[in-house]
């Protein structure tokens, strides 16, 4: 894994889990001889070891499946419990063959499942850095039903008919339970190994093919989990029906990495808080299989809400979609979440893409063009950014994606941005145009903020930055253009009011080559207005 923060592929194995913020006590067990709600809960049920109690190998080349089966009756059947998975590589997923009319060619095994119809109060699982890795050969897109050929749909519509489907389901899943955590695993999809059907769904290949799939539940907590290469997603989270009213239903995760997932390193489509901490979601789509959205993060409510998300130092990079994707609410509610300290990188596409009310940004990093976000008439849910950097910084790979063919880092694409709010956020375009805002009607309010232009490739007599409909309060214009360099530029302004900042600092542009209004506008503190 390549991010920003520098860890390595396999460092959430040795990480300590910071402690969540989810029902269950602690990340892990409690200490010897000490009393928490979580241990005295885990004394009430039964500890089976997958190895010595349901006969697993684990050689990296037999197929556990039905050791991890019979794990999950054996935890059903005692209404929770603990599962040992000693370190080793686990091979599982089986597909029968079924040549009835009107069913599926190769039904798909379930591999470690708690259904909601016989739901558990408690389940742990704890991995310790062993490896489940799906098999493979398996089937996965759509197939004839009678006789297992590849099947592509005709046309290029949606394609819904479940007798072509071939999915590989999930890993783990858990519904309907409470009291759940899951520790020290890595879980591959073995994707590049799987055998590619036509597409089935509204898009690509919308079939199961999760790592963690969490639906119904609450109290949980993901940690220390590496989960990649999957068909789908690398982790789902979901709870529907939920309203605004509703209680909260907590699900914690940490220290998880998310990557070279098919359509989502993280799909929320339904729950009342969720807490990711230290958490990378990054380079979906970049593996054997893409599917749309491919984002990093995908935040959409499915009859349900998706409130009171928080994420901590967690990273968004490289995906073939948005890096966070949070602009669909047509089947629910969603918003009201934060973000602190991430960073969102774009190389191919947006780094951020928001539009549900209530969003706050702290101390983020965005390389690569970001929208505004929701845009209000009530302050309190108009996006808010503080202590951010907008900057067109290219990732490892040389690439960074800068939006249109004005080539900004920042747009009011999808929502005017009416009171969207940026105080003390900085601002580098060295190989494109800063800030682009269309509307001088919808007022944006920049406070306190530092703008660095440093293209001089940009078209000569046009502007760097275009700021319509804005209150510039004690704003900082710079500029890093090479020796030399005589063209002049604008920072284009219509429905701008200047003002203080909250320091008293006036709004000063440095020049020379770039100045305030037009090419032959003023440069140095700028007059209030």
Excluded at 382 to 399: K, M, V
Aim: some cysteine; proline content about 4%; glycine content about 14%.
């Amino acid at each position: 894994m390549s991010t920003s923060s520098g860890l390595s592929r396999r460092s959430f194995l040795g990480a300590a889990a910071l402690a969540p913020v989810a029902g269950l006590a602690t990340a892990s067990l409690a200490t010897a001889g000490a009393s928490s709600p979580a241990s005295d809960l885990a004394a009430q049920y039964p500890t089976f070891d997958l190895r010595a109690d349901f006969g697993a190998v684990g050689n990296g080349q037999t197929n556990d499946t039905a050791a991890f089966q019979a794990a999950a009756a054996a935890i059903i059947a005692a209404g929770g419990g603990t599962l040992i998975i000693p370190p080793a590589t686990y091979i599982v997923g089986i597909q029968g063959v079924d040549s009835s009319p009107g069913t599926p060619y190769y039904p798909m095994q379930d591999i470690f499942f708690i259904p909601r119809t016989t739901p558990v109060q408690y389940l742990r699982i704890e991995g310790a850095g062993a490896t489940m890795r799906l098999a493979s050969g398996l089937r996965y897109g759509s197939f004839h039903p009678e006789t297992g050929a590849v099947f592509n749909p005709p046309g290029s519509g949606s394609f819904w008919d479940e007798a072509y489907a071939a999915e590989v389901r999930w890993m783990i899943g858990v519904e309907g339970s409470t009291n759940v955590a899951i520790d020290g695993l890595e879980l591959d999809g073995n994707s590049a190994n799987l055998v590619l059907g036509g597409r089935w769904g509204d898009t690509g290949r919308q079939m199961k093919g999760t790592g963690i799939r969490i639906l119904r539940c609450s109290d949980v907590a993901i940690t220390n989990v590496y989960s990649h290469h999957h068909a789908l997603d690398g982790v789902t989270i979901g709870y529907g029906g939920l309203t605004s009213a509703s209680p909260a239903t907590p699900h914690t995760l940490t220290n998880v990495v998310s990557e070279y997932n098919g359509r989502q390193g993280l799909s929320w489509t339904g729950g009342r808080g969720l807490t990711c901490v230290n958490c990378s979601f990054n380079h979906t789509g970049r593996g054997a299989i893409r599917s749309a959205p491919a984002a990093g993060v995908d935040i959409e409510p499915e009859s349900s809400v998706t409130f009171d998300g928080l994420f901590i130092g967690c990273e968004f990079i490289d995906n073939a979609g948005w890096g966070l994707n949070a602009a669909n609410d047509q089947y629910g509610e969603a918003g009201h979440s934060s973000f602190e300290d991430c960073t969102f990188w774009g190389t191919t596409t947006y780094s951020c893409y928001t539009n549900y009310p209530g969003m706050k940004f702290g101390g983020c990093r965005f390389y690569g063009a970001a929208n505004v976000g929701y845009g209000s008439s009530d302050l309190s849910l108009a996006a808010r950014y503080t202590e951010c950097l907008f900057e067109d910084r290219a990732w490892t790979n040389g690439q960074v994606y800068r939006e249109g063919a004005a080539g900004v880092i920042l747009s009011d694409s999808g929502n005017t941005g009416q009171n969207v709010a940026y105080t003390a956020c900085t601002f580098i375009a060295r190989g494109g145009r800063g800030i682009y805002f269309t509307s001088n009607s919808a007022i944006k309010r920049l406070t306190d903020c530092d703008f660095l232009h440093g293209h001089a490739g940009v078209t000569a007599d046009s502007y760097q930055s275009r700021i319509y409909g804005a209150v510039v309060a004690g704003c900082r214009f710079t500029e890093d253009m090479p020796a030399g360099t005589t063209t002049r530029w604008s920072i284009l302004t219509s429905g701008v009011t200047v003002t203080n900042g909250s320091d008293g600092r006036r709004t000063h542009v440095t020049g020379p080559t770039v100045r305030w209004g037009s090419v032959t506008g003023p440069v140095g503190d700028i007059p209030n207005t």
